[in-house]
């Protein structure tokens, strides 16, 4: 087996940071009262709030107590998500979405480990990945992974928008 390479850098893929909020991640997490893991805290500070390519919805400080509330709670009530959402006690982040209506989630699984998973809406079914955010978020976006139901990517740097 060949050793594992680093990530792709994210500001190669979709530029420099564009915000600051982790410490806005971290005051969302201590009232829901978890500890995110410091790559989604670091990379949803840099990067939240934003689409990209106009394919994924990516919550920062700013939204992630309005999608968990609204999505959350519908996603609680499918067959399919197989977890409680946040900020029910023991719950999976969503953290996102794609112009397809395929959810983004960080499952805690224990130990400080939260791994990367969603409910594929096309698929209609449960995608559970062995990756944390920090390793699946560039490499989803480097198209090294997942690439049977997330785009082709454009060349980098992809267009972000900022959602106020």
Known sequence: MSPRTEPPALSSLIGPPVRSDEEEIEAVAREWGVVFPADFVSI????GDVTICEY?????????????????????????????VLPTPGGALVW???????????????????????????WADW???DLEFGEWFPRMLAGEIETDWMPEWPTAPYELKLVD
Request: hydrophobic share 35%.
């Open 44 to 47: 949803a500070g840099a990067y």
């Open 56 to 84: 994924i919805f990516f919550c920062g400080a700013r939204e992630l107590r309005t999608y968990a509330a609204g999505m959350g709670r519908k996603l609680e009530d499918s067959r399919t998500v197989p977890h409680r």
């Open 96 to 122: 996102g979405n794609t112009i397809e209506g395929d959810q983004l989630f960080l499952v805690d699984r224990g130990g400080g480990r939260w791994t990367v998973s969603a409910f594929r809406r096309g």
């Open 127 to 129: 995608y559970d990945s």
